[in-house]
């Protein structure tokens, strides 16, 4: 069966470190994978978007990596801040371009200060 | 940047009665809106793809009949749950493609709705 799993539940570091997240997934061949961060009581917000021949990209301080035959994408945040704190997702797209996104679970960061 | 617009953000609703969710994109047409349902500590699930003109598409296990989905315009979709019952309390959420598939997907703010 088709599968998307964040290893970690949560994940807590001191601020100013790199925290790195992790998504895998069974069963899937997608064209892209995205990453979205989801606030308390919020909607997802799209952080960033990798293609299949991608494999890294970058966006200030994130960074995503996308390796289509371990099947897994790393989401890096460096120089963390407080304000990092909260659920990251990954997701994939089924059907194409414009198809509906299959979630993660999520993993809950928290940056102590 | 793209907005979708999500109301109301919490609503409280006795048993047995319906309650009608809009979701609205404010500076862009939506021609596919998509409705999420999110349980406490769990990951998104899709419930049904809306399509305007069209009827939806219900991901299965999902009530057709339990869930209506209204696409009328290319910036208003709403899901009215009917008959609710306290299971049926959780955070609804809607989202839309406002441009290429490199933009990702913008979501609403979600709403909350508790059955009592």
């Known amino acids: 069966s088709q599968k998307i799993e964040q290893n970690s539940e949560a994940l807590n570091i001191q601020e100013g470190k790199t925290a790195t997240l992790t998504c895998n997934y069974t069963n899937y061949s997608p064209a892209y994978l995205q990453w979205y961060r989801q606030d308390p009581g919020r909607g997802p917000v799209f952080l960033l978007l990798?293609?299949?021949?991608?494999k890294e990209k970058r966006k200030e301080r994130l960074k995503v990596t996308f390796d289509t035959t371990l099947k897994q994408s790393l989401f890096h945040i460096t120089a963390s801040q407080p304000a990092d704190s909260a659920t990251y997702l990954c997701?994939?797209?089924?059907?194409?371009?414009?198809?509906?996104?299959?979630f993660g679970k999520g993993t809950k960061l928290s940056v102590k200060p | 940047g793209a907005v979708v617009s999500q109301h109301p953000s919490r609503v409280i609703c006795k048993s047995g009665t319906s309650v009608k969710i809009e979701c609205r994109s404010l500076d862009f047409q939506a021609t596919t809106m998509f409705w999420y349902r999110q349980f406490p500590k769990q990951s998104l699930m899709l419930m049904a793809t809306?399509?305007?003109?069209?009827?939806?598409?219900?991901e299965q296990g999902v009530e057709k009949d339990k869930f209506l989905i209204n696409h009328a315009s290319l910036t208003l979709s709403t899901l009215t749950v009917t008959s609710a019952h306290p299971e049926d309390s959780s955070f609804y959420i809607c989202?839309?493609?406002?441009?290429?598939?490199?933009?990702?997907?913008?979501f609403g703010s979600g709403t909350r709705l508790t059955v009592v």
């Open positions: 990798i293609r299949e021949n991608e």
């Open positions: 997701a994939l797209a089924q059907g194409g371009s414009q198809g509906n996104l299959i």
């Open positions: 989202s839309a493609l406002s441009g290429g598939s490199g933009d990702g997907y913008t």
């Open positions: 809306s399509n305007e003109g069209s009827k939806a598409t219900y």
